[in-house]
C-alpha cells in the first residue's frame, strides 16, 4: 500500500509567490537563451511620503561621520600595532635585536 501524504493541513494558502525566483546559473549565464537581453526586474515602489521620511539634521550627520571615521582609525590602529608587533618578533627571531 502506498502511504498518505504526510501533509494533510495544507490548505494551499501561497506564503511566498516565488514564481520571480530563477536559480543562478552556473557559468554566469553564458549558455542561457537570455544572455545578452535586457532582463526585466520587478521593481518595488517604496511611497516617499514626508510623513515617512525623516530627516536627519547636519548636528546628527556630524556625529555619523565623526564615529565613522573613529571607527575606521580604530581598525587602522589595531591593524598598524599587530604589524608593527610581527615585524619586532621576527627581528628578534632572526637575531637582528
Known amino acids: ?22 536559480r543562478p546559473r552556473l557559468f554566469g549565464g553564458l549558455f542561457s537563451p537570455l544572455f545578452g537581453k535586457e532582463r526585466s526586474i520587478p521593481e518595488v515602489k517604496v511611497p516617499e511620503t514626508e510623513d515617512e521620511k525623516p530627516e536627519m539634521l547636519p548636528e546628527e550627520k556630524k556625529w555619523y561621520v565623526l564615529g565613522a571615521i573613529k571607527a575606521a582609525l580604530v581598525i587602522a590602529f589595531v591593524y598598524i600595532g599587530v604589524l608593527g608587533a610581527l615585524i619586532l618578533l621576527l627581528l628578534y627571531m632572526w637575531g637582528v635585536l
Open 1 to 22: 500500500m502506498r502511504k498518505q501524504n504526510e501533509f494533510e493541513e495544507d490548505d494551499n494558502r501561497t506564503i511566498a509567490d516565488m514564481s520571480g525566483v530563477q
